[in-house]
């Protein structure tokens, strides 16, 4: 059975109930070991689920003969090594200007981003309602491209097709609208 399997009830096997006892009869220990590491409860919490589901892809490589808990804590390090990692990156970033200098690059491209939205607007009304259904469904309500191509008759292959011919119609509809009348582009 693979990781991404789910058993029906009474299905469960051998393996699954031999992890489940060890990982739950060790989940406090590892809560706690990983606890001392990420001070943020929900953190931890999240960095011990993260723990499990690496622990279960990898319990075919477990030996029974050795002690699970100190196991699943070394697994329990890394996520939590990752997650710090990840954490200091993101605060270096911000602490460096990021977040105020992408709020300020935002602030000066904000006029130029309404006229491109307008045009887009204008572009998108334009589009034959199929076309237009389409890119609503993808883009606006994230419906997703199997339902999208099945509703529309089509493959998936071909609803991406259609996705990607209509973007490039809209993105040279914009460019056109966005042009002075006889001049260059803006």
């Not at 003969?65 to 970033?93: D, G, V």
């Not at 309602?129 to 089509?154: F, H, K, M, N, T």
């Amino acid at each position: 059975m693979s990781a991404n399997s789910v058993p029906r009830p009474g299905e469960t096997s051998a393996a699954q109930q031999q992890f489940l006892s060890l990982f739950l009869r060790s989940e406090r220990e590892i809560y706690a070991y990983v606890s001392v590491l990420v001070p943020n409860v929900a953190d931890a919490e999240d960095i011990v689920q993260q723990t499990a589901i690496a622990l279960w892809e990898k319990f075919a490589d477990y030996d029974p003969a050795r002690p699970f808990t100190p196991w699943a804590c070394r697994f329990a390090l890394n996520k939590a090594r990752q997650w710090i990692e990840r954490r200091q990156r993101w605060q270096a970033l911000l602490e460096n200007g990021l977040a105020e200098e992408l709020a300020q690059h935002r602030e000066e491209l904000r006029p130029e981003l309404e006229v491109r939205l307008r045009h887009l607007e204008g572009c998108l009304a334009k589009l034959p309602a199929p076309q237009r259904s389409l890119v609503e469904g993808y883009y606006l309500r994230r419906d997703g491209i199997d339902d999208l191509a099945r509703r529309s008759g089509r493959s998936v292959a071909a609803a991406y097709k259609v996705l990607q011919r209509t973007r490039q119609t809209l993105q040279t509809c914009i460019e056109n609208a966005a042009q002075p009348e006889g001049g260059a582009p803006v």
